[in-house]
Protein backbone atom coordinates (compact mmCIF):
# COMPACT_ATOMS: atom_id res chain seq x y z
CA UNK A 1 0.00 0.00 0.00
CA UNK A 2 1.12 3.52 -0.63
CA UNK A 3 1.44 6.24 2.21
CA UNK A 4 0.33 9.79 2.09
CA UNK A 5 3.85 10.78 1.99
CA UNK A 6 4.49 9.17 -1.23
CA UNK A 7 1.72 11.17 -2.84
CA UNK A 8 3.50 14.17 -4.21
CA UNK A 9 4.53 16.17 -6.95
CA UNK A 10 0.97 16.27 -8.14
CA UNK A 11 -2.29 18.14 -6.95
CA UNK A 12 -4.34 17.60 -9.76
CA UNK A 13 -4.65 13.56 -9.46
CA UNK A 14 -8.16 12.39 -9.90
CA UNK A 15 -10.24 11.17 -7.06
CA UNK A 16 -9.65 7.64 -8.62
CA UNK A 17 -6.20 7.87 -9.40
CA UNK A 18 -5.54 9.10 -6.18
CA UNK A 19 -7.30 6.11 -4.28
CA UNK A 20 -5.78 3.87 -6.06
CA UNK A 21 -2.52 4.79 -5.19
CA UNK A 22 -3.36 4.97 -1.67
CA UNK A 23 -5.28 1.53 -1.71
CA UNK A 24 -8.98 3.23 -1.18
CA UNK A 25 -12.14 3.36 -3.09
CA UNK A 26 -12.86 6.74 -4.03
CA UNK A 27 -15.38 7.91 -1.43
CA UNK A 28 -13.45 6.89 1.68
CA UNK A 29 -10.33 8.72 0.08
CA UNK A 30 -12.69 11.62 -1.22
CA UNK A 31 -14.09 11.66 2.51
CA UNK A 32 -10.56 12.03 3.87
CA UNK A 33 -9.27 14.54 1.66
CA UNK A 34 -12.71 17.10 2.54
CA UNK A 35 -11.80 16.29 6.68
CA UNK A 36 -8.27 17.17 5.79
CA UNK A 37 -9.20 20.35 3.75
CA UNK A 38 -12.20 21.01 6.43
CA UNK A 39 -9.56 20.20 9.39
CA UNK A 40 -6.77 23.00 7.95
CA UNK A 41 -4.26 20.49 7.55
CA UNK A 42 -4.91 20.96 3.52
CA UNK A 43 -4.67 25.01 3.57
CA UNK A 44 -5.18 25.71 -0.28
CA UNK A 45 -3.93 24.35 -3.74
CA UNK A 46 -1.72 25.80 -6.18
CA UNK A 47 0.43 25.63 -8.94
CA UNK A 48 4.22 25.67 -8.91
CA UNK A 49 5.45 28.21 -11.72
CA UNK A 50 8.60 28.51 -13.48
CA UNK A 51 10.25 31.28 -12.10
CA UNK A 52 12.23 32.29 -15.44
CA UNK A 53 9.46 32.01 -18.06
CA UNK A 54 7.08 34.23 -15.84
CA UNK A 55 10.31 36.83 -15.23
CA UNK A 56 10.70 36.63 -11.75
CA UNK A 57 13.90 34.90 -11.92
CA UNK A 58 16.03 37.57 -10.26
CA UNK A 59 15.94 35.96 -6.40
CA UNK A 60 17.54 38.45 -3.93
CA UNK A 61 17.51 37.93 0.32
CA UNK A 62 17.23 40.94 2.13
CA UNK A 63 17.97 41.06 5.90
CA UNK A 64 15.47 43.90 7.68
CA UNK A 65 16.94 45.36 10.74
CA UNK A 66 14.07 47.69 12.10
CA UNK A 67 14.89 50.80 13.91
CA UNK A 68 12.75 49.78 16.91
CA UNK A 69 11.22 46.21 17.99
CA UNK A 70 8.44 46.54 19.77
CA UNK A 71 4.69 44.20 18.87
CA UNK A 72 3.68 47.96 17.35
CA UNK A 73 6.43 48.02 14.81
CA UNK A 74 6.40 44.72 14.19
CA UNK A 75 2.46 44.30 13.23
CA UNK A 76 3.04 47.87 11.25
CA UNK A 77 5.97 46.36 9.20
CA UNK A 78 4.40 42.92 8.84
CA UNK A 79 1.35 44.44 7.77
CA UNK A 80 3.04 46.65 4.84
CA UNK A 81 5.24 43.75 4.16
CA UNK A 82 2.26 41.33 3.16
CA UNK A 83 1.19 44.45 0.81
CA UNK A 84 4.53 44.03 -1.77
CA UNK A 85 3.54 41.32 -4.40
CA UNK A 86 7.66 40.92 -5.06
CA UNK A 87 7.86 39.78 -1.70
CA UNK A 88 7.22 35.98 -2.09
CA UNK A 89 7.97 35.02 1.67
CA UNK A 90 8.82 36.93 5.02
CA UNK A 91 10.45 35.62 8.25
CA UNK A 92 10.62 37.13 11.35
CA UNK A 93 13.85 36.26 12.92
CA UNK A 94 15.96 35.57 16.73
CA UNK A 95 18.03 38.29 17.20
CA UNK A 96 19.51 40.65 14.42
CA UNK A 97 18.58 40.95 11.68
CA UNK A 98 14.73 41.47 12.22
CA UNK A 99 13.51 39.69 8.86
CA UNK A 100 14.81 37.67 5.99
CA UNK A 101 12.43 38.66 3.06
CA UNK A 102 12.45 36.24 -0.14
CA UNK A 103 12.14 38.76 -2.82
CA UNK A 104 11.27 38.15 -6.75
CA UNK A 105 12.35 40.54 -9.38
CA UNK A 106 12.82 40.51 -13.31
CA UNK A 107 16.25 41.61 -13.13
CA UNK A 108 18.69 43.62 -10.88
CA UNK A 109 17.31 47.01 -12.22
CA UNK A 110 13.61 45.75 -11.16
CA UNK A 111 15.43 44.90 -7.99
CA UNK A 112 16.92 47.57 -7.65
CA UNK A 113 13.69 49.96 -8.57
CA UNK A 114 11.88 48.01 -6.11
CA UNK A 115 14.40 48.01 -3.43
CA UNK A 116 14.41 52.13 -3.56
CA UNK A 117 10.96 52.65 -3.92
CA UNK A 118 9.16 50.27 -2.00
CA UNK A 119 11.78 48.04 0.84
CA UNK A 120 13.16 50.93 1.74
CA UNK A 121 9.86 52.63 2.29
CA UNK A 122 8.49 50.01 4.41
CA UNK A 123 7.59 51.69 7.98
CA UNK A 124 10.37 51.40 10.86
CA UNK A 125 13.43 50.11 8.34
CA UNK A 126 17.00 50.83 9.92
CA UNK A 127 18.90 48.68 7.70
CA UNK A 128 18.31 46.65 4.38
CA UNK A 129 21.31 44.15 3.20
CA UNK A 130 20.58 42.40 0.54
CA UNK A 131 22.00 38.95 -0.54
CA UNK A 132 22.08 36.86 -3.97
CA UNK A 133 22.69 32.86 -3.90
CA UNK A 134 24.98 31.40 -6.07
CA UNK A 135 22.65 28.47 -7.11
CA UNK A 136 19.36 27.06 -6.09
CA UNK A 137 20.23 23.66 -4.57
CA UNK A 138 17.03 22.74 -3.58
CA UNK A 139 13.66 23.94 -3.42
CA UNK A 140 10.48 21.69 -2.99
CA UNK A 141 7.07 23.02 -0.72
CA UNK A 142 6.58 19.01 -0.57
CA UNK A 143 5.98 18.67 3.27
CA UNK A 144 7.88 15.25 4.88
CA UNK A 145 4.74 13.92 5.94
CA UNK A 146 4.39 11.06 8.03
CA UNK A 147 2.30 7.68 7.27
CA UNK A 148 0.30 8.58 10.42
CA UNK A 149 -0.35 11.41 10.06
CA UNK A 150 -4.08 12.98 9.67
Known amino acids: MTTWCQIK ?3 RLANNELAARVGLSPSPR ?12 IAGYTAVLDR ?10 VWVTLSAVNRGSMDEFE ?13 RMMGQPDYLLRVVAADPQAFETLYIDRLANLPWVQTLTSQLAMKVVKRTHVLPVHPSAP
Do not use: F, K, Q, W
Open 9 to 11: GDG
Open 30 to 41: LRRVRNLEASGA
Open 52 to 61: TSIGCSYEPL
Open 79 to 91: AAVNEVPEVVESL
